[in-house]
C-alpha cells in the first residue's frame, strides 16, 4: 500500500485495514482499532486473498470509492465486506452459488446497502448480467477447474479498460501439475482471450498453492 491507496484503505504496523462502514461491528471475528476518531477493521489475509495480494506487495489496486465490482464466488462476504467498506459510493455484485453461505451473505447486505446479492452460478452468466450491466473490476474467487473459462465468460461484463483480479486455485485445477506451471498457463489464456496481464503473484504463505492474477481488458 503506497499514496495511490485508495481511501478508507490504511496500513497499520504494515499490516491492511478498512475504515469501518459500521463502528462497532465485526463481521467475521478481525480486529477493531481506532484512530484518530475512526474506527478500523482489520484485513486479515488468511481469510482474504485479496489482503493476501496486498501483504505480498501487490502493485494492482484498482478498488475505489465509485467502483462497481462483480465479485465471483463472494461465499458469506469475508472480502466482499472489505471491499463494502472501500466501495462508499460504488456497489459489489456479490455472486455464489451455495445455498448457506448465501444466506449469511444477505445477513451482511441488511447492514451494508452497497453489496447487491445474487444467488447464481458463475457458470452462467446470462442469468445475472442484465442485473449487471458494466462493471469496473471482475473479481473472480471460485473452486473449480474451469477457473479461467469462467473468468473469461463473465469478463462480457467488464468494461474495456476495466481491472480483472483472478484468484487461481492450482490444485483444482490439476493436483499433480507444479503450481508455479499452472499460474503461467492460466496467464497465457488469459492474453489469448484479450487482456494484458498486469501482475501474476503468488499467494504464499498466507495461501498455498494460489496466485492472483490481475488483468486489464484491452478488447
Given amino acids: 500500500m503506497d499514496e495511490a491507496s485508495p481511501q478508507g484503505l490504511k496500513s497499520i504496523d504494515k499490516q491492511p485495514y478498512t475504515l469501518n462502514m459500521n463502528p462497532g461491528v465485526s463481521v467475521y471475528g478481525e480486529a477493531l482499532k481506532k484512530i484518530s476518531g475512526?474506527?478500523?477493521?482489520?484485513?486479515d489475509p488468511s481469510r482474504s486473498k485479496l489482503a493476501a495480494y496486498?501483504?505480498?506487495?501487490?502493485?494492482?489496486?484498482?478498488?475505489?470509492?465509485n467502483s462497481s465490482i462483480l465479485y465471483l464466488g463472494a461465499a458469506s462476504g469475508t472480502t466482499v465486506s472489505h471491499l463494502s467498506d472501500l466501495l462508499v459510493n460504488g456497489r459489489v455484485f456479490a455472486v455464489e452459488f451455495s445455498r448457506i453461505p448465501f444466506t449469511k451473505l444477505l445477513g451482511l447486505c441488511?447492514?451494508?446497502k452497497n453489496i447487491m446479492p445474487i444467488q447464481g452460478d458463475a457458470n452462467d452468466p446470462d442469468a445475472y448480467s442484465f442485473m449487471v450491466g458494466q462493471a469496473d473490476i471482475l473479481y473472480e474467487d471460485v473452486?473449480?477447474?474451469?477457473?479461467?473459462?469462467?473468468?473469461?465468460?463473465?469478463?462480457?461484463?467488464?468494461?474495456?479498460?476495466?481491472?480483472?483480479?483472478?484468484?487461481?486455485?492450482?490444485?483444482?485445477?490439476?493436483?499433480?501439475?507444479d503450481p508455479k506451471k499452472i499460474f503461467s498457463d492460466c496467464a497465457k489464456e488469459l492474453e489469448a482471450s484479450g487482456f494484458e496481464i498486469q501482475d501474476n503473484r503468488d499467494l504464499g504463505p498466507f495461501e498455498k498453492d494460489h496466485a492472483m492474477i490481475v488483468v486489464k481488458k484491452i478488447v
Avoid: P
Avoid at 38 to 43: A, D, H, N
Fill in 143 to 177: 473452486s473449480q477447474k474451469n477457473q479461467v473459462e469462467i473468468f473469461i465468460k463473465n469478463s462480457i461484463m467488464l468494461k474495456k479498460g476495466g481491472k480483472g483480479f483472478l484468484a487461481v486455485k492450482a490444485r483444482c485445477i490439476d493436483v499433480s501439475r
Fill in 110 to 112: 441488511e447492514t451494508r
Fill in 54 to 65: 496486498l501483504r505480498k506487495k501487490g502493485k494492482e489496486f484498482s478498488y475505489h470509492e
Fill in 38 to 43: 475512526s474506527e478500523y477493521r482489520y484485513w
